[in-house]
Structure formats: structure tokens, C-alpha cells
């Protein structure tokens, strides 16, 4: 595996555990139904960089349209987590979970 795919998959895999810790943690706040759209997200996007970094770490030649839709999904779940960030702090972490990872996913397009 080339090393430079190593910070990559290192935002990759801390993106999937803040997204499975928030998705957890949101299933506990008192009123869930609120946190419908994180936790959908959250999922969204556990599973996106987990796929993206299975393919990255093969050296596959799919990657690269993988790297831009999870950048896309983290996007969106930072986006969503930002929103919660102020009172939660899962959300927060997750949310900078997610930032960097979509800067990784961009970075690493064309790379």
C-alpha cells in the first residue's frame, strides 16, 4: 500500500468510528426524533468511508469515484452535525470528523 494513501485512510477510518459514536450517542438524546437526519446521515456516511477505504487501501481503480461521493456524504454530515454541535458534544467531533475527511477525499482525487 503506498504511504501516501496513509493519511487518507486514516481520516477515512476516524470518520467511520465518530460517525458510528454519534449515530450511537443520538439514539439516547431524549428527543430522537429530532435527530432523525443526523443519525440517517451518520449511517450514510459510516458506510461510505468504510467502502472508500477498502477500495483505497486495494488500490483500486474505482477509488476515485468513491473519494468524490464520500466527500460529498461528509459534506453533508458535517453540515447536519454542525447543526447539534452547540448541545451535543458527539455531534461536534463528528462534525470535525467529517471535515477533514471530506478535505482527505478531495485531496486524494486525482492523486
Known amino acids: ?62 477509488a476515485q469515484h468513491l473519494l468524490r461521493e464520500c466527500a460529498e456524504v461528509c459534506k453533508a454530515c458535517g453540515d447536519e452535525c454542525e447543526k447539534h454541535g452547540a448541545h451535543m458534544q458527539h455531534c461536534r467531533e463528528c462534525a470535525e470528523a467529517c471535515r477533514r475527511c471530506e478535505e482527505a477525499c478531495r485531496a486524494g482525487v486525482g492523486a
Not at 20 to 30: I, P
Not at 36 to 56: E, H, K, W
Open 1 to 62: 500500500m503506498p504511504t501516501q494513501n496513509q493519511s487518507l485512510l486514516d481520516a477515512l477510518n476516524a470518520c467511520v468510528a465518530a460517525c458510528e459514536h454519534c449515530a450511537s450517542a443520538c439514539l439516547q438524546e431524549a428527543d430522537v426524533k429530532m435527530m432523525v437526519g443526523c443519525i440517517s446521515l451518520d449511517r450514510d456516511c459510516a458506510d461510505i468511508c468504510a467502502l472508500t477505504a477498502r477500495f483505497v487501501a486495494r488500490g483500486s481503480a474505482h
